[in-house]
Antibody, heavy 119, light 110 residues
């Protein structure tokens, strides 16, 4: 199982960012993909999940209205779009595969994508 | 702000046992599974324990976990230098309808 994420991003306040997560080594549509971010020196923060089988999503309250999670099953890739970036969105963003749908434990993680928001 | 509280740090000497606590509430730990992750600097978290007390394949049996009421704990037996890392508990909260990671515990091997 591998989750390979896109590279580091530097964005200005107010901009948007898209992070991709290419999955391999397992049935992409069989397991939810979660997105977790971690600001420098802070603990992980859950952002939401997407069910790759049907595209259904659930977002954390803090991110509702700013985050969109999508997927392209033809290339087994999940995407996380975050709009209206602020300096406190500076963090490393991870995708993670859920071990069992709805069980909320993440058995494989991407390598992380650093996103820096700075003017 | 997390609903799961952990001690900021614990320490021990090689070979000792240490325990990390995770304090939550009736809407998270009491009724949902607790998972534990270990994170080395600059790397992604790694699943250590899932469903309260299950170890994924490849995780040594030096790591064990338990849960009682609104608290959970992770025990590391036979502490090794490679265990120096940040440890996080995590659980779903039914009232807030979100998944929370704990505040994190840094384990130091003296």
């Amino acid at each position: 199982v591998q989750l390979v994420q896109s590279g580091a991003e530097v964005k200005k306040p107010g901009a948007s960012v898209r992070v991709s997560c290419r999955a391999s080594g397992y049935s992409f549509t069989g397991f939810w993909i979660h997105w977790v971010r971690q600001a420098p020196g802070q603990g992980p923060e859950w952002m939401g999940w997407i069910n790759p089988r049907n595209g259904r999503t659930k977002y954390g309250q803090k991110f509702q209205g700013r985050v969109t999670m999508t997927r392209d099953t033809s290339i087994t890739t999940a995407y996380m779009d975050l709009t209206g970036l602020k300096s406190n969105d500076t963090a490393t963003y991870y995708c993670a595969k859920e071990g069992g749908n709805g069980d909320y434990f993440f058995d494989f993680w991407g390598q992380g994508t650093p996103v820096t928001v700075s003017s | 702000q997390s609903v799961l509280t952990q001690p900021p740090s614990v320490s021990g000497t090689p070979g000792q046992s240490v325990t990390i606590s995770c304090s939550g509430g009736r809407s998270n730990i009491k009724i949902n599974s607790v998972n534990w992750y270990r994170q080395l600097p600059g790397t992604a978290p790694k699943l250590l324990i899932y469903s309260d007390d299950e170890r994924p394949s490849g995780v040594p049996d030096r790591f064990s976990a338990s849960k009682s009421a609104t608290s959970a704990s992770l025990a590391i037996r036979g502490l090794q230098s490679e265990d120096e890392a940040d440890y996080y508990c995590a659980a779903w909260d039914d009232i807030l309808n979100e998944y929370f990671f704990g505040t994190g515990t840094k384990v130091t091997v003296l």
